[in-house]
C-alpha cells in the first residue's frame, strides 16, 4: 500500500504562483510512475502532469510551458509548480501514484486550489 499526502493548496490571484507537494509513504518502491491530476466539481478528474521513475513528463495541453511537475531523488515527495495561474486553474488537486508492478493506483485526498480573477 501506498499512502499520499498533498500540501501546497490554497488562494492566489490570477497571474500568480503556487507549488503543491506530495508526501509518499508505504511501498513506495513498487511505484514507477508520479502525478499530479485535477478535478472541477461536475466534471471529470483530468491529467495535469505526470513524470516517470525515470524521469519522463507529460503534461495537459492546458497547462503546458505554464506547470512544471518534478520529483526528489527517492520515490517519496514529487511536486507541481504552477505559474501564470487562470481562474481555469481553479480545482482541487489530487496526488496520484501508480505501481505498474502490481497494476495499482493510488490517490491523495486533494488540495484545493483556487485562483481568483
Known amino acids: 500500500q501506498v499512502q499520499l499526502v498533498e500540501s501546497g493548496g490554497g488562494v492566489v490571484q490570477a497571474g500568480g504562483s503556487l507549488g503543491l507537494s506530495c508526501a509518499a509513504s508505504g511501498s513506495i518502491f513498487s511505484i514507477n510512475v508520479m502525478g499530479w491530476y485535477r478535478q472541477v466539481q461536475g466534471k471529470q478528474r483530468e491529467l495535469v502532469a505526470i513524470?516517470?521513475?525515470?524521469?519522463?513528463?507529460k503534461y495537459a495541453d492546458s497547462v503546458k510551458g505554464r506547470f512544471t511537475i518534478s520529483r526528489g531523488n527517492a520515490k517519496t515527495t514529487w511536486y507541481l509548480q504552477m505559474n501564470s495561474l487562470k481562474s481555469e486553474d481553479t480545482a482541487v488537486y489530487y496526488c496520484?501514484?501508480?505501481?505498474?508492478?502490481?497494476?495499482?493506483?493510488?490517490w491523495g485526498k486533494g488540495t484545493l486550489v483556487t485562483v481568483s480573477s
Open positions: 496520484h501514484a501508480h505501481a505498474e508492478m502490481y497494476g495499482l493506483d493510488y
Open positions: 513524470i516517470t521513475s525515470d524521469d519522463n513528463t
